[in-house]
């Protein structure tokens, strides 16, 4: 059976090291994640390794990994530990010398077994675990899967120093930025919690073909009326919010407004929600119904006040200067090839 997994190791922050304040952090974000692949360039067949960083609210300080993912994985489980990734770089090393070796990691109460095994003439590296499933790598991948995590522990030793240092580190062999194609970021900016509607700004720079470049991103989450839960991103929600803004400056001048996305919006605008000025209430309300296009109405009700929207507007101004920060300094997180 082909399945698709991920063998993730995540090193932990160096003991003693302490949540510094944002203007003494390199990088400002306090919540972000990043994958830079560095395996494109050499031409893997079902195999990709990223090297990754993040920092959540939970994890101040941040954490840095390295991420082996690899089709036709059975494994249930992952996870790789350091002790592990050790493990895995002895076995490719002595495969590529055609030589025996074996090793077991303790795993819990369960072990990690990597080995060197003879498979029709060539030495091969193979890693399973017991009643798990096994991992077993080609003789022409053992040699670019020990290159490609040479490298990705440079890289990562390098985005470890990038949230730890006070200063910008010096690049050495040891320790510099990934090489690759463009990283994968995601950051969340802030959110906004209006009546039955949440509303975030976040960045992200998906890879190439769809969009290679830093960009700030509006989203929206709400539940419908029978516990159905939605997410919606993108420029239906920034159109959706600037009639939010448009219907509470109409309060401010005791002014009806009514926008209905499916009646009045363009080709390029319609959908699936109306805006309405509450001159009772002094606050937008919105109604969303994902299903009114296709017969189905699940209507949720919601509404921003002109507090709210305030917020909103300091968010955005955030989100802009994080995408400036983050397309001045891209070439911390990636060197060029």
Request: a negative charge.
């Amino acid at each position: 059976m082909k399945t698709t997994a991920a063998l993730l190791l995540f090193a932990l922050p160096a003991a003693g090291v302490s949540a510094a304040g944002a203007e003494e952090r390199l990088i400002p974000f306090d919540e972000f994640f990043l994958s830079v692949p560095v395996t494109g360039r050499l031409n893997f067949d079902g195999l990709q390794l990223a090297v990754q960083m993040r920092r959540g609210v939970n994890e101040p300080v941040g954490r840095t990994g390295i991420e082996v993912v690899r089709s036709r994985v059975s494994l249930p489980d992952r996870t790789l530990t350091a002790e592990e990734l050790a493990a895995l770089m002895e076995a490719l090393n002595a495969a590529l010398k055609a030589q025996p070796y074996r090793r077991e990691v303790p795993r819990g109460l369960d072990k990690s077994v990597f080995e060197t095994a003879k498979v029709d003439d060539h030495t091969r590296v193979r890693m399973h675990r017991p009643d798990e499933g096994e991992v077993l790598f080609e003789p022409e991948e053992t040699i670019k899967l020990k290159l490609a995590l040479e490298q990705a522990l440079v890289a990562e030793a390098w985005l470890k120093k990038l949230l730890t240092e006070r200063t910008l580190p010096v690049q050495t062999a040891e320790a510099h930025p990934p090489k690759g194609p463009s990283p994968y970021l995601k950051s969340e900016v802030g959110k906004v919690s209006g009546e039955g509607l949440t509303y975030e700004v976040a960045l992200s720079n998906l890879p190439p073909p769809q969009a290679p470049e830093f960009r700030v991103e509006q989203g929206l989450s709400f539940y419908t009326p029978r516990g159905i839960f939605y997410s919606k991103r993108g420029e239906k929600v920034k159109r959706m919010m600037e009639h939010v803004a448009l219907a509470l400056d109409a309060v401010g001048r005791k002014e009806a407004f009514t926008f209905d996305a499916m009646q009045d919006g363009d080709e390029g605008e319609r959908g699936e929600f109306t805006v309405t000025a509450n001159l009772e209430t002094h606050k937008a309300d919105v109604v969303i119904d994902p299903g009114r296009a296709f017969g189905r109405h699940a209507p949720a009700l919601g509404s921003f006040a002109v507090a709210q929207t305030a917020a909103i507007r300091k968010l955005l101004a955030q989100g802009d200067a994080w995408q400036k920060w983050l397309t001045e300094h891209e070439v911390w997180f990636l060197e060029a090839e």
